[in-house]
């Protein structure tokens, strides 16, 4: 989903326009910047253990015992 809300600098009005706050005119920012968080880390990082364990359970001769 695309982030369209903008928010102004000056007056920190929230709004949907792209340009300017059209309250004050002001200069508009992402109020909230999307970025990777904590768990899609250990998302990714489960998957790829899931994969080498899948990989380990067919292969016929492990290295390891337990
Ligand atoms: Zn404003």
């Given at each position: 989903m695309k982030w369209i809300m903008r928010k102004c600098v000056k007056c920190n009005r929230y709004t949907l326009?792209?340009?300017?706050?059209?309250?004050?005119g002001g200069e508009l920012i992402v109020p909230h910047p999307p970025r990777f968080s904590p768990e899609d880390k250990y998302v990714e990082l489960r998957l790829k253990m899931k994969i080498e364990s899948n990989i380990l359970n067919t292969n016929e001769k492990p290295f390891y015992c337990v």
């Open positions: 326009r792209q340009d300017i706050c059209p309250k004050c």
